[in-house]
């Protein structure tokens, strides 16, 4: 496991927009980090510029205290989890998990025993060990989702980035799938940066938040401090109002009954 830290971090494309502003974010090793705000505040920027995708204008970003601007995303050792799932159709559930694995070289090859021990592991670990001849197109969209977890799992990266992953399933599912991933994080304890713009995904799944709008970070703390304690009128309004509006529609919804 590693940490990762932004240090005075920028992002400006060429037509000068400013996606991401001085940020300056660490992220504790084993830490479960909440990337937060509305659309168009920099998150996902601050994200890709993290995997690689996107190029840094300004600043270092380090993974283990090693600066990797320069580093193509596959030299990061990170595991992606992406909203549309990403999954190869032709393929198997265990062939999607395996492919990466299949495709190191060198030094970092893994022999057909240790892929088949990783595979036993993380299938059981997200319940799919009974999928992994189906093809995706056979599973629901929860369990796609514990397959593309488990491809980014299974190669056991030092960083774990997740970019909007539950969007797209239904509210029961939504909420079912964010208890997993907790759990899952207090088992493997993977260092993890989720990009949302739900501020209760937000509250129930992370250790700390970051708070960000208009490309500049506005509060990185606790859910509980940036609920109890918000640094300026944006965080109050995005976050402490929302959840309260929340609140208060249930128990209209409650006391109706």
Known sequence: MSGVN??????TYEDGTEAVRG????????????LVGPSGCGKTTTLRMLAGLEEVSEGEIRIGGAKV???PPKARDIGMVFQ????YPHKSVEQNLTFGMEMMKGEEALSSNEIESR???????????ELLEKRPRELSGGQRQRVALGRALIRRPKVLLMDEP????????RN???????????EHGTTTVYVTHDQIE???LADRIAIMNDGELQQHATPDECYNNPANDFVKDFLCRHIDEIVTTANHIVSKR
């Not at 932004?6 to 992002?11: A, E």
């Not at 300056?24 to 980090?33: A, H, K, Q, R, Y």
């Not at 539950?166 to 599912?173: G, V, Y």
């Open 202 to 204: 937000a509250m129930t």
């Open 6 to 11: 932004f240090v005075d971090v920028s992002k």
């Open 84 to 87: 549309s799932y990403a999954l």
């Open 176 to 186: 079912q799938m964010r208890i997993e991933l907790r759990r899952l994080h207090e």
């Open 166 to 173: 539950l969007s797209n399933l239904d509210a029961k599912l």
């Open 23 to 34: 940020l300056e974010l660490e992220v504790v090793s084993g830490e479960f980090l909440v």
């Open 119 to 129: 595979v036993k592991e993380i299938s059981n670990l997200l319940g799919i060990a």
């Open 69 to 71: 601007n320069d580093l």
